[in-house]
């Protein structure tokens, strides 16, 4: 090609120098180019849109749109009563279980599966009836009993079971009861006096007399002259539960 027609390509009013343009011959050949143009069109009419429902649009930077404001606004106000009626609930009270009403046995009271004899005992609280204490383990001292290791074990046993221990005698037998307590040294340990002299007379065997009373109020054991060696743990065990199957 000459000078001339060099000029008539690059010069003024001819196509300019650079890649060559290509024109399809087929129309549908731009059909990919104009459906992603369509998409990226679509895409921001919604940003746009978006922008003004919830930040009033392009031209208010760091505002919010009154839709929005509402909706933080409740959200918070929420929230709020949420925690304050969490707050002024009143606390829930455990309620204690209820105790099983008292057997009626056809055995003698104060023998074995019979009841308590119905005698008034008096400790530290004042006047208690020996058929109140249910489940319980009463452990009947003699006088001049020297029975603390006994004592001892008993009460260890029955910590196991999450049982009391009521050591219970004569009246004139308040202060030795009281030091063979303090000998033993355990909290689980109530002395109980018996004014009338009701259960020491039923139940005592001599020595350490351990009697073993179920929750519904019936004696499952009676054990005398209970010593270190000696294990109640298969009565103890049973002792929260009523004395017969059903009950």
């Not at 399809?24 to 746009?48: K, S």
């Not at 033993?184 to 020491?200: C, K, N, Q």
Request: proline residues 6%; contains cysteine.
């Amino acid at each position: 090609m000459d000078r001339g027609s060099d000029e008539g390509v690059g010069g003024a009013g001819g196509i300019p120098a650079g890649q060559p343009v290509v024109v399809p011959d087929d129309a549908r050949e731009l059909a990919r180019d104009v459906e992603a143009w369509r998409r990226e069109q679509r895409w921001e009419r919604r940003r746009r849109a978006f922008e003004r429902k919830f930040f009033g649009g392009p031209n208010r930077t760091g505002s919010m749109s009154a839709p929005l404001v509402i909706a933080v606004l409740l959200a918070v106000v929420m929230l709020g009563a949420t925690i304050v009626s969490s707050a002024d609930s009143p606390a829930r009270h455990v309620v204690p279980p209820v105790a099983l009403a008292l057997a009626a046995p056809a055995a003698a009271a104060g023998s074995l599966g019979g009841l308590l004899p119905d005698a008034g005992l008096t400790g530290p609280t004042g006047t208690t009836p020996a058929q109140v204490l249910r489940p319980a383990v009463l452990a009947l001292a003699s006088a001049g009993c020297a029975c603390a290791s006994a004592l001892a074990h008993l009460a260890d046993e029955a910590a196991g079971y999450g049982l009391t221990i009521y050591l219970v005698g004569a009246a004139a037998q308040h202060a030795e009861l009281a030091t063979l307590s303090d000998e033993v040294g355990r909290h689980d340990i109530t002395v109980l006096a018996d004014p009338s002299g009701t259960l020491v007379s039923a139940l005592s065997r001599g020595g350490l007399t351990v009697v073993a009373v179920h929750a519904d109020g019936v004696i499952g054991a009676i054990t005398g002259s209970f010593s270190r060696t000696m294990s109640l743990d298969v009565v103890f065990a049973d002792l929260k539960e009523p004395a017969h199957a059903g009950a």
